[in-house]
């Protein structure tokens, strides 16, 4: 007799498993997240590719000649894999649908095919002819080495990478391959795990580095995230605004180089173009001399962009004001309102804010506070902030300001963006060097830096 299939039920979000239906996944929160899944022979999956034994070696007997990364001529690119591709490497780029993931890889591709590098483009989303047609869109498919294909099947996408051998393989999306000798359905936690581990054992074997696409929930994780997550050498989002032209591709996790590291591109009609210049992008179409905006110098990984922070506190016309914010912290912002409140007097509690970051850029470093809190004053006063002038720091509870990191970087930036004169921590001015162009006045409490701005 067969024995009978035991059920268990696993959590599509987070991938934990209980023996029994709960309406709420013991683990990760959400809500009505666990499905049904049989263990089929209680196999797990990829098991198979883990029999090998093998033998602790010491350390320092341990020689190989370091590979050389890929490189492709996008900068941006590069700089967010930390120098290039790593060989034999998994990388997950994640994003929204619609947002430019495989407009991105097949401009990648197309760029390392460009210099004598075979490719393989698997997709299980697009067929041939569609891609051939994006290909045309993006003037990149007259290339011989660019190979590319439309598959699901878990296993012949790994006899094609083996019989092709291409140098960079991409398989888009991780959420469409599967295995069809199992029960679950493509896109389940199962399917995605067993093509995830077995696609990082092909690639660990082979040395193909490979880049999965994977298509991120409307909470911003990623379909079946955290267990693919740590499998992964390199997890990049790409995100942005689809409503906007940029697109930031950032670092969340990187063996092989910095976090945190991002990368700018603009959507244009015939595919992506990186923007060496942020700052000027961010701050092209800004209205100088208009009350409720100011540019500050935020960190992006190793690099200042300067954003420019607009604020808007007007009358309600209801008893509950609202609270709107684009591209920065909600709860900071309710916080430095509530500081402006009690440390300034600037009564802001029956005015409905609303708060933007132009461009549809994301911020979330506290050295941005202070702009937010000078943008909501500039607007409340109806006085623009002096011309020129830009601000850094972080506001704390009793309204004083604390030190930013990185200040000097960030004054070169605002100095290259022809700024003249800087607001910021007195703490952060003390060990700087001069810089050409732009001075600086340091200041420790909110209350000093509004009467320097709105005397
Ligand atoms: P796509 O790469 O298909 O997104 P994803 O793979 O993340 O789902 O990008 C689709 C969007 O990008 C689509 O709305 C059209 C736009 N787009 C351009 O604006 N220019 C282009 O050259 C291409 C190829 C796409
Ligand atoms: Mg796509």
Redesign the pocket.
């Known amino acids: 007799m067969k024995k009978k299939d035991k059920v268990i039920f696993r959590c599509r979000g987070c991938g934990c498993q209980t023996p029994q239906w709960m309406g709420r996944c013991p683990e990760c929160g959400d809500w009505d997240t666990l499905v049904a899944e049989k263990t089929e022979d209680g196999t797990p999956p990829g098991a198979k590719f883990s029999r090998k034994k093998s033998a602790a070696i010491p350390m320092d007997s341990i020689t190989f000649d370091e590979e050389p990364r890929l490189t492709t001529s996008i900068q941006e690119f590069d700089r967010v894999l930390g120098g290039g591709v790593v060989p034999g490497t998994l990388i997950l780029i994640g994003?929204?649908?619609?947002?430019?993931?495989?407009?991105?890889?097949?401009q990648v591709l197309s760029e390392i095919s460009a210099r004598g590098k075979k490719t393989l483009y698997v997709s299980g989303?697009e067929s041939i002819r569609q891609l051939k047609m994006?290909g045309d869109?993006?003037s990149s498919s007259s290339d011989s080495n660019m190979f590319v294909a439309a598959e699901t099947d878990l296993d012949s996408i790994i006899s094609m990478a083996e019989t092709e051998k291409p140098h960079v393989m991409v398989v888009?999306?991780i959420q469409t391959v599967y295995n069809p000798e199992m029960a679950s359905t493509p896109g389940s936690v199962n399917q995605i795990r067993e093509a995830s581990i077995r696609l990082m054992n092909m690639a660990k074997q082979s040395g193909i580095p490979l880049f999965l696409?994977g298509?991120v929930t409307k909470v911003g994780a990623i379909a079946g995230p955290r267990i693919m997550e740590h499998m992964v050498d390199t997890v990049l989002y790409?995100e942005g605004d689809?409503s906007h032209v940029f697109r930031i591709l950032r670092a969340v996790k990187n063996r092989f180089g910095s976090t945190n590291e991002i990368g700018v591109f603009e959507?244009?009609?015939?595919?992506?173009r990186e923007v060496p210049n942020p700052s000027a992008v961010f701050l092209e179409e800004r209205s100088v001399n208009a009350p409720g905006s100011v540019v500050t110098a935020s960190m992006e990984g190793t690099r200042p962009i300067l954003i420019e922070i607009q604020g808007l506190a007007s009358g309600s016309g209801f008893g509950n004001p609202r609270r709107t914010v684009l591209g920065l912290d909600q709860n900071r912002v309710a916080l430095i309102a509530a500081v402006m409140e009690k440390r300034l007097g600037i009564n802001l509690s029956g005015l409905d804010i609303f708060m933007n970051v132009t461009g549809g850029v994301k911020v979330v470093e506290p050295a941005v506070d202070l702009g937010v809190a000078v943008a909501l004053a500039s607007s409340f006063l109806d006085v623009p902030v002096p011309e020129g002038t830009t601000v850094i720091g972080e506001i704390g509870l009793t309204g004083e300001i604390r030190a930013a990191g990185h200040v000097e970087a960030r004054l070169k930036e605002a100095s290259k963006m022809g700024f003249t004169r800087c607001i910021l921590p007195r703490n952060s001015q003390k060990q700087l060097p001069d810089i050409k162009d732009i001075s600086v006045e340091g200041v420790t409490s909110l209350k000093q830096a509004m009467e320097i701005l709105f005397p």
């Open positions: 994003g929204d649908p619609g947002i430019g993931k495989s407009t991105l890889m097949l989303e994006r869109r993006l888009d999306s696409v298509h790409f689809r959507m244009k009609e015939n595919g992506l």
